[in-house]
């Protein structure tokens, strides 16, 4: 998510268009000062409260940990890019990290969307991989994946149509897990009554919205980069306009997973008028 991969939202251009390079960067460091500034703290926060038991838990909350590792290593990212305008000669760490932006943030949403939907569709598989150790099986591999991914960016400039073909596959897992789950809501289990099928219909709809914000701020960040990158490869151009919106659409949607765990956990300082129990 820098100036260095594939030339991600700055690349070079003549000096006939030397200006709207300028406002691009503009834009760019506007951009990655609001991610360090508010995004460290946010991130480092909610883990802060993962780890010390006050939402549900470390291992019911563990892909949502990994989660918000990767999120503060995308902070980084954009401290990194910030730095390296003063030291061009760090450039290799931002260039590293774009695995995180690329790969980490969209894989373990989509885990999250995977174990809601087990958790909906299919309850005794659920329980039978609910433990940590597989949770932790899991997210082991998945950082082995954003690792490769991360040299991958580091040693080549073919991101823009491999991470594009990347994003639709996440998009297609966390759809199919929005339908599934949105079809199981609507339909009644045999012999449910009251009480327990209030209470099974709770659980269908905070999986059903945990995975549809998980799909909705996906599509948001992703499908701007997706299309921008789909045109510089037929076009062999940079349309900055498609750029910079897809990156401040990747910092704003970065904020949505803090904010609700925050409002689950009771622990935002202004709490608006949604009652949604996520």
């Not at 073919?158 to 339908?179: A, D, G, K, N, R």
Request: proline share 4%; with cysteine.
């Amino acid at each position: 998510m820098n100036n260095s991969t594939v030339n991600f939202t700055t690349p070079e251009t003549s000096n006939s268009t030397s200006q709207s390079t300028g406002l691009v960067d503009s834009l760019k460091l506007c951009a990655f000062s609001i991610n360090l500034l508010f995004g460290l703290p946010a991130h480092s926060y909610v883990i802060w409260l993962i780890i010390t038991g006050t939402g549900s838990g470390v291992a019911s909350e563990f892909f949502n940990l990994n989660l918000f590792v990767c999120e503060i290593g995308n902070s980084l990212n954009s401290m990194f890019y910030i730095v390296s305008i003063c030291l061009p000669s760090i450039t290799v760490l931002p260039l590293f990290l774009l695995g995180l932006v690329f790969t980490g943030r969209p894989l373990f949403q989509s885990l999250i969307c995977v174990e809601r939907y087990l958790a909906v569709i299919h309850p005794v598989t659920f329980l039978k991989y609910k433990p940590l150790r597989y949770r932790v099986i899991c997210c082991t591999v998945a950082w082995i994946i954003i690792i490769w991914s991360c040299l991958f960016c580091l040693y080549t400039s073919q991101t823009p149509s491999v991470f594009s073909v990347q994003f639709l596959l996440f998009l297609s897992i966390q759809l199919f897990c929005l339908v599934n789950v949105l079809r199981a809501l609507k339909q009644s289990g045999p012999g449910e009554r009251g009480r327990k099928r209030g209470e099974e219909n709770h659980m269908k709809r905070r999986a059903f919205l945990i995975i549809l914000i998980n799909t909705v701020t996906m599509t948001i960040i992703y499908v701007p980069f997706s299309i921008a990158g789909l045109v510089t490869i037929l076009t062999n151009q940079y349309i900055y306009a498609i750029w910079i919106t897809g990156l401040i659409c990747y910092v704003l949607a970065g904020f949505v997973h803090p904010v609700l765990y925050l409002h689950r956990a009771g622990k935002l300082p202004c709490r608006l008028a949604l009652h949604m129990q996520l």
